[in-house]
């Protein structure tokens, strides 16, 4: 990913996290599974539901990585995120899909229901959502600390 992409990524990051959060969810970027992959965009509502999207800001960025199936054992439903003018033909159809900017996203596809997470990997992913968001915060408040 060029740094210019990078930028991307992070302005449309953050249309995707207050879309999510309009709809219910807490919502953190740059989040690792347990299978050691990152997710773009991860969050959890109140009944535990999660959701993973995955931005995409280019064809190129999309073609040159695939590892996307890997998160799916790890949410309820999962999305690509992707520019306007993206050209939204090449993403499967199977997944759901949201179009975003730096301000906001729109759900254009919904996600198909994935296979049910057991309650132990749910719990697992609530419980490392949680103190990830607690440890961001506290670096946030208190960028001194050692933590």
């Known amino acids: 990913m060029t740094v210019l992409d990078s930028r ?3 302005r449309l990051a953050r249309g995707v996290c207050r879309t999510l959060s309009a709809l219910g969810y807490g919502a953190l970027t ?12 991860i969050g959890v509502n109140s ?22 199936p ?7 439903s999962f999305f690509f995120a992707v520019p306007e003018g993206f050209p939204r033909l090449i993403l499967p ?5 949201m179009v975003a900017d730096s301000y906001e996203g729109a759900i254009l596809r919904p996600s198909p229901a994935l296979p049910p997470l057991s309650g132990a990997r749910r719990r697992s992913l609530v419980l490392s ?17 050692e933590l």
Do not use: H, M
């Open 8 to 10: 991307e990524a992070s």
């Open 30 to 41: 740059e989040f690792t599974l347990r299978n050691g992959r990152r997710a773009d965009v």
């Open 47 to 68: 009944a535990g539901e999660i959701a993973i999207v995955e931005i995409k800001t280019s064809e190129a960025d999309f073609r040159a990585d695939q590892k996307w």
């Open 70 to 76: 890997e998160y799916l054992p790890f949410c309820d």
């Open 93 to 97: 159809e199977d997944c759901g899909l």
């Open 129 to 145: 959502f949680a103190i990830t968001a607690s440890a961001r915060l506290q670096r946030a408040l208190d960028p001194e600390a």
